[in-house]
């Protein structure tokens, strides 16, 4: 996008009408305008994609509310969307509708799931920086997201990637579903970082070593009841699994999905709840996926010394930093993932957006229970992110084109 709104909005007049998309543009905070914008150009590696279904994530509604923004300039300080505009929309689906000339392994009319980001790989750059080499791909040096750091996302009609972002998926999968395979594949390498985590507390480690026998996630929305899926039925976990969760309904699927125990903290003391349940010793392995800044302070007295802390949950706003110090205290692993690295294919495509897509495919992680807002345009979304998602009834939705 351009460096002003002026320029901007030029742009989007001087562009040939038969040139143009319908898109979903943040210009300003909790405001979202559906407009003509220009329809991608693509190059010669890359494919365009009709949009089928987009998920709207906590994320988005960060970024939408003001209280992120992942768009920055040279110097790291963020762009205020009345500068830069931003087409919001990170777990999408789509079906091919143009080829690159060089583009020989996907073809038009194909559906497939996006991986939003640019990395190494995707941007064609020899040799790969050190972090696409080990597979992080979302810290790569030249990283850039359709959807977040200012590239345009899915909450448009169309959108343009690199070929080896766009992965096939049967046409018998529902492209609602197909969507949340975004979400999941950040589950898959969370869990992945967990795993290889130099902590006290071991998952499904050596029997000389010390195993996590107690885990806590704290919030129930689709990142809770995803890890609660993954731990579970993938992974093979086989302690004590607790989930705190004030919604009724998320509760009780976090309990259809695996949760021993349930606790409501608008009715029971959740540290009195996980000490009761752990012998007063707290949890050996605590997952946030609230996003909400509260929570942090309570996490002290909910785990074990030494503990691992995983702090997946993104916003926490308005949350004073001295919340840490009780926690720094007990000397707690934080493991803080972003996004679905994992590597590579021969083909270049993303490991873990392969692997998360298998999980979906095969039943063995559902989401369809929990997508309880569906969309069919863009225009819903400024009343989805300003109103929908802090209902009690939602869990999540997702827009279909």
């Known amino acids: 996008m351009s460096t002003s709104i002026e320029t901007w909005e030029q742009r989007i007049a001087a562009a040939d009408e038969a040139a143009t998309m319908r ?81 020989s392994d996907l073809k038009i009319g194909q559906h497939v799931v996006i991986d939003q980001g640019l990395n190494c790989v995707s941007l064609r750059r020899t040799p790969l920086c050190g972090y696409c080499q080990t597979g992080d791909s979302h810290q790569c040096e030249f990283y850039a997201e359709h959807g977040i750091t200012g ?44 795993m290889r985590a130099r902590s006290r507390f071991h998952l499904n480690g050596s029997s000389s070593g010390l195993r996590v026998q107690s885990m806590l996630v704290c ?28 919604n009724e309904a998320k509760r009780k699927l976090a309990q259809r999905f695996g949760a021993d125990h349930v606790v409501d903290p608008g009715y029971r003391d959740a540290v009195e709840a996980v000490h009761d349940y752990t012998s007063g010793k707290g949890v ?62 021969a083909d270049g495509r993303p490991s873990a957006y392969l692997r998360a897509l298998n999980l979906i495919e095969s039943r063995q992680i559902e989401v369809a ?15 989805a992110l300003g109103r929908d998602i802090h209902q009690p009834g939602y869990i999540k939705g997702v827009v279909t084109l």
Do not use: W
Not at 220 to 234: D, K, S
């Open 219 to 246: 919030g129930a929305g689709p990142a809770g009841l995803m890890f609660t899926q993954y731990f579970r039925r993938v992974l093979g976990y086989e302690g004590l699994l607790l989930v705190s969760e004030p």
């Open 284 to 345: 050996d392995l605590l997952i946030e996926a609230s996003g909400a800044g509260r929570v942090l302070a309570f996490i002290p007295g909910l785990i074990k010394k030494q503990a691992t802390v995983l702090l997946y949950g993104h916003g926490h706003a308005g949350v004073d930093l001295s919340v840490l110090n009780n926690l720094m205290f007990r000397e707690p692993t934080l493991v803080t993932p972003v996004g679905a690295s994992g590597g590579f294919e």
């Open 369 to 383: 229970p929990f997508i309880t807002h569906r969309y069919n345009s863009l225009e819903a979304v400024q009343n």
């Open 151 to 194: 590239l345009p996302g899915g909450l448009a009609e169309f959108i343009a990637v690199p070929a080896v972002n766009a992965v096939p998926f049967p046409a018998g999968l529902e492209v609602a579903e197909a969507a949340l395979v975004e979400p999941l594949g950040c589950i898959v390498h969370s869990a992945d970082t967990v």
């Open 23 to 103: 898109a979903g543009v943040l210009f300003g905070v909790k405001r979202v305008e559906v407009r003509d914008v220009p329809l991608p150009v693509i190059g010669e590696h890359d494919v365009l994609v009709r949009v089928s279904a987009v998920g709207l994530c906590g994320t988005d509604a960060h970024i939408f509310a003001g209280h992120a923004n992942y768009n920055t300039d040279e110097y790291g300080q963020p762009i205020p969307f009345d500068v830069e505009p931003q087409i919001l929309g990170h777990e999408i689906s789509g079906r091919i509708e143009e080829i690159g000339s060089e583009v």
